[in-house]
């Protein structure tokens, strides 16, 4: 199994360290722009394998794509941070037009390979990715439902004092302030979280979990790198071990919650033919609002995609 990640930098470098530690692949490729900036992250992911006891190799290479060819899974976090200055619409612009090129680069070396977009906005760059590959839409899929479901996952851990491995949950909807937490179908060691912590607080959670990238942001000067490189590594294990994990991850809806050509975070049955099934549940009318609204804010920046010069 060969696995490419494209972007060195933080949350590349983290998920192909996850992906060599766990010996997710044989290979793993990482690719930057910047001049020996892969080689050297994955040079310092090899020499640790002595001490951490993985056959896992790692090259990196400046973007030499054909270093890349036969990938099975290609992970993109290639894109810029939005800056002072910057709009949404600029951002959009800028980062689509490099996921387009990492994209054609990627399929025209690996025309079969399942692609697992974290850069962001998430949603719009899965939308431009999957446009760019022409693939189906069950191998182009975005991360951003396994990171929030985490975060989810920890401060309710951190405020019921029980152990994160305990906690199952759901979110679905768009990547940041109108995804949609699902209390409901949110358990703790099999007991409905709603029967464990006062409304409020489980309502306060919720509310720092859409707002858990800013959150970083504010207090490190930077976007989170841990838990998005190793959320996307877990996509890449479920995929190259065909494990038939149950995940949120954002699609192409194609009538699933009566929603169609929307880039919604929704749960799905992850295996080695990508994505094998959309789990539709059966939500009430207060969580099928919340994801209308959801998809309203994708479907907005999504036009602002397919209203930009085809050069962006």
């Not at 979110?171 to 358990?187: F, K, S």
């Amino acid at each position: 199994m060969k696995v490419t990640v494209v972007g060195a930098g933080n949350v590349g470098a983290t998920c192909a360290d996850v992906l060599a530690y766990r010996e997710i692949a044989n290979e793993v490729v990482l690719v930057d722009i910047k001049e020996g900036f892969a080689e050297g992250k994955a040079l310092d992911i090899w020499q640790k394998s002595p001490i951490n006891l993985y056959d896992t190799r790692t090259v990196g290479v400046t973007n030499d794509y054909t270093r890349t060819a036969n990938s099975d899974v290609v992970v993109i976090t290639s894109g810029l941070p939005r800056k002072p200055g910057m709009t949404r619409d600029d951002l959009i612009s800028t980062n689509a037009g490099i996921v387009r090129s990492v994209t054609e680069n990627i399929i025209k070396h690996s025309p079969e390979a399942i692609i697992i977009v974290v850069s962001n906005p998430l949603d719009v760059m899965t939308y431009a990715a999957h446009l760019t590959s022409k693939l189906p839409r069950t191998k182009v899929m975005g991360m951003a439902g396994i990171l929030d479901t985490a975060r989810y996952r920890a401060f309710l851990a951190e405020e019921l004092n029980v152990s994160p491995k305990d906690i199952q949950a759901v979110l679905m909807g768009g990547h940041g302030d109108t995804m949609v937490p699902l209390p409901r179908y949110t358990t703790v060691g099999g007991i409905p979280v709603t029967e464990l912590i006062d409304p409020t607080k489980l309502d306060a959670i919720v509310d720092r979990t859409k707002n858990g990238g800013g959150e970083l942001v504010k207090l490190m000067g930077t976007s989170a790198w841990y838990a998005p490189g190793s959320a996307a590594a877990q996509m890449v294990e479920a995929i190259v071990r065909d494990q038939k994990r149950v995940f949120p991850v954002c699609i192409k809806l194609e009538g699933e919650y009566g929603i169609t050509g929307t880039y919604l975070g929704v749960p799905v049955i992850l295996g080695k033919n990508g994505v094998e099934k959309v789990i539709e549940l059966q939500l009430n009318e207060e969580e099928m609002a919340l994801l209308k609204a959801s998809e309203k804010a994708v479907r907005e920046v999504m036009d602002v995609l397919d209203n930009m010069p085809a050069t962006a």
